[in-house]
C-alpha cells in the first residue's frame, strides 16, 4: 500500500484512531464546505439529495443542506453521541432540512439509488474495507450520481520548523492508525479504491490544509497538544507499544513550540476523488 510501517501483525478492525475528545470534535466542527470540500461544491445543487457518511459534528453536513435547500441532506455517523451533537448543532443554526443518524459505512440504511450525492470527508482511512464502503456508496447512488470522498495523506505532511518532537509525532501517529486498521496514505489511494469498488468514471483533484497565522498555530498546535495526551489517539499509541507516557508528554510540546513560533507553517495535503456512479 505504499507504507513503510510493517502490517503483517495488525488484526482486521476499524478503530477510530482520533476518537471523540473535545479537543478533537473543536477542530473537526471547523470544517466547512468551503475549507474541506471545494471540490465538491459544483454537484452541490439546489434539491440535490445528499447523503453524508462520517457527519461527525455535522459542520460540513449542514453547509451542504444550506446549499442543496430544499432538499433534505441526511448525515449518518457511528457514534451516538457525536450524531447528538450534530442535531444540536443543527438545532442551534436552525437549520432544518438535515437530519443525523447511527449508520455503518458498509450496510447503509437506504435503498438502492437513492441519492444524488454521497460525500464522505476523512473517512475512508480509517476503515479497514475502504472498497467494500465505496461499493456500498455506489450501491445507494443514482444512475448519474457521484461519490465525493477527500483524504489527508499524512505521508505528505510538512512543516516549519523543524522539531524533532514533530517527527517523532508523525511516525507514532502513522503506526497508531495502521494498528487500528486505517491507511494513513489513503489520499494517494482514493483513485485506486474507486476505480475497485466499480466506478467507471473517476475525476480526480488535491487541496491542501495550511496553518500558519498565529490564529491558525494556537488553534491547531493546542488541539494536537491535548490530543497527545488526553485524546483516543494517546490511550492506542500507549496501547499498541508505539509510545510511552514520556514520549507523548513530549509530542506535546512539540506542538506547543510549533504553535509558538512566528514562522510555524504547517501543510496536510489531501486527495479527492468525484466518482460517478
Known amino acids: ?129 475502504p472498497v467494500d464502503a465505496l461499493r456500498e456508496f455506489r450501491r445507494v447512488l443514482r444512475p448519474g450520481g457521484v461519490a465525493g470522498v477527500r483524504d489527508v495523506d499524512y505521508g505528505g505532511v510538512i512543516w516549519y520548523p523543524l522539531i524533532p518532537a514533530l517527527d517523532r509525532w508523525l511516525d507514532v501517529y502513522r503506526r497508531v492508525h495502521v494498528w487500528n486498521g486505517g491507511e494513513p496514505l489513503a489520499g494517494r489511494t482514493l483513485k485506486h479504491w474507486a476505480v475497485a469498488a466499480g466506478f467507471a468514471r473517476v475525476d480526480v483533484s488535491a487541496s491542501v490544509w495550511l496553518f500558519s497565522s498565529p490564529a491558525e498555530r494556537e488553534w491547531w498546535g493546542t488541539s494536537w497538544a491535548e490530543r497527545a495526551v488526553e485524546s483516543t489517539f494517546a490511550a492506542h499509541a500507549i496501547e499498541s507499544g508505539h509510545a510511552d507516557w514520556s514520549d507523548l508528554k513530549e509530542i506535546a510540546a512539540g506542538w506547543r513550540e510549533w504553535a509558538a513560533h512566528e514562522d510555524g507553517w504547517l501543510l496536510m495535503p489531501h486527495g479527492e476523488v468525484i466518482a460517478h456512479a
Open 1 to 129: 500500500m505504499g507504507t513503510d510501517i510493517d502490517r503483517s501483525e495488525v488484526a482486521p478492525r476499524d478503530e477510530y484512531t482520533h476518537g471523540h475528545h473535545e479537543s478533537v470534535v473543536r477542530t473537526h466542527a471547523w470544517r466547512t464546505v468551503a475549507n474541506s470540500a471545494e471540490y465538491l461544491i459544483p454537484h452541490l445543487q439546489p434539491g440535490a439529495k445528499v447523503l453524508d457518511v462520517g457527519s461527525g459534528p455535522g459542520s460540513i453536513t449542514i453547509d451542504i443542506a444550506r446549499r442543496v435547500d430544499p432538499a433534505v441532506v441526511r448525515g449518518v455517523d457511528a457514534s451516538a453521541e457525536i450524531v447528538a451533537q450534530a442535531a444540536g448543532l443543527a438545532a442551534d443554526n436552525a437549520v432544518h432540512n438535515v437530519e443525523f443518524a447511527v449508520d455503518d459505512a458498509y450496510g447503509l440504511d437506504a435503498e438502492d439509488d437513492s441519492y444524488d450525492v454521497v460525500h464522505a470527508h476523512q473517512v475512508l482511512q480509517h476503515l479497514g474495507r
